[in-house]
């Protein structure tokens, strides 16, 4: 494992959390707007296609921005990266205050989808790097952290919608980005930019097929994948049950309760080397196939609710490993571009799975969907990578030290 990192003498608690606030803050905002876009799109006057462009336009922005905002982390360091993006999420939720027109609607996400797309790689690069050797158990809360924005931003969106309207949303979205920003200003200690070798276009290449890098991104991609799915279909199963719409949704809340509660506890296990990261990886992909078949094949309500605290473990196990994986194996002086790829890696995932779930289903179903999302997450077991292999600033692997 590499060296841990000089830090400036900062509390490490306080250096921490507002990262873990900026992950809250993107998960939040992404799913609580969607959330309640799809509930009040009748009522504010979206068709179906202006609906599907609104929530698509969040994640369009992360596709195409989060691996050049997360480029520029490392050129100039990920504390302005971080603090920018978040105001600049606060300034684009207020331009949501104006929510009953569509276009203002469409300004406002499109804006969260671009400043999301700067804090957070930033932030997962941040997060690496104050780790100093613990990328483990600081991974699992971060990621615990994301997991509870996934799962209170839905029902609390929809609270607030119920009391103020899209414009309280907003409202609640713009002091939370602007709160988190004072205090990443406030708390974080301004990491500098690495001294950066020259790469190649052949070395980028080589850097973004490395099975160091590709590994965890299509484990991240399998496990966000899974996690988009679920979001959508399993409130859908729990309903064709009887469950009313309270115990439907609440079958997602289980899942990203389940997924934030295991990731710190796996993370610091593989700090104490009590969880090799294949393995891990691997079980973590295998729970969340079984638990995507047991809801497809197996019928009643209490079947469900198991399936999604499969899948939300699953989730819980392989995404921090991955993540640790991915900070362990990439010289610090290029990990805001490498999480940002990464991230690029989950969003397509994010997309993917419900479109494979979906498609499936119109032919042939929806157990036929869900199995077919089983097989393609336990398929992505096999890129699972190896033992971690430190990095040397040029990108070739360290030796091991014997002693």
């Not at 990621?143 to 607030?160: C, D, F, H, N, V």
């Not at 899209?166 to 205090?183: D, H, R």
């Not at 930019?193 to 991240?220: H, K, M």
């Not at 179903?365 to 997450?377: I, S």
């Amino acid at each position: 494992m590499k060296a841990p990192e000089a830090l400036p003498s900062f509390d490490p608690a306080s250096q921490r959390w507002p990262l873990y606030a900026a992950g809250f803050t993107t998960a939040f905002g992404a799913h609580a707007v969607a959330a309640g876009l799809g509930a009040e799109s009748a009522d504010i006057g979206l068709s179906l296609l202006t609906l599907g462009i609104l929530l698509a336009l969040y994640d369009v922005a992360e596709v195409f921005l989060k691996p050049v905002f997360g480029a520029l982390s490392d050129r100039i360091g990920p504390k302005p990266v971080i603090v920018g993006g978040l105001l600049a999420f606060s300034a684009a939720s207020v331009i949501g205050l104006w929510a009953d027109q569509p276009a203002m609607l469409a300004a406002a996400r499109l804006g969260q989808g671009m400043a999301a797309s700067a804090f957070s790689p930033a932030s997962s690069a941040s997060v690496a790097r104050l780790a100093g050797g613990r990328t483990g158990h600081y991974f699992g809360r971060y990621g615990s952290w994301k997991g509870l924005g996934y799962a209170i931003g839905p029902l609390l969106g929809a609270l607030a919608i119920i009391t103020g309207g899209f414009s309280l949303l907003f409202g609640i979205l713009a002091a939370l980005g602007l709160g988190v920003a004072v205090w990443a200003l406030a708390s974080m200690p301004r990491l500098q930019p690495l001294p950066r070798p020259r790469y190649t276009i052949v070395d980028a290449w080589r850097q973004s097929t490395e099975r160091s890098f590709l590994g965890p991104t299509l484990v991240l991609a399998a496990a966000t994948g899974a996690l988009g799915a679920a979001v959508g279909f399993l409130p859908a199963l729990a309903a064709r049950e009887g469950l009313g719409t309270a115990g439907s949704v609440a079958v997602v809340t289980v899942l990203a309760i389940a997924s934030a509660l295991i990731q710190p506890r796996v993370g610091r296990l593989r700090d104490h080397e009590r969880i090799a990261d294949r393995p891990g990886m691997v079980a973590g992909l295998l729970a969340i196939s079984v638990g995507t078949l047991m809801a497809g094949l197996l019928p009643g309500a209490a079947w469900i609710y198991c399936a999604a605290v499969l899948i939300g473990a699953g989730i819980g196990v392989s995404t921090p490993l991955a993540f640790a994986h991915l900070a362990d194996a990439t010289p610090a002086e290029r990990l805001g571009r490498t999480m940002g790829s990464a991230e690029l890696g989950r969003e397509l995932g994010d997309a993917g799975g419900p479109l494979l779930v979906g498609g499936v289903a119109v032919a042939a179903g929806l157990p036929w969907g869900l199995g077919a999302l089983a097989l393609a997450v336990g398929a992505a077991t096999f890129a699972a990578p190896g033992d971690r292999t430190p990095q040397a600033a040029d990108g070739a692997p360290v030796p091991p030290k014997h002693g």
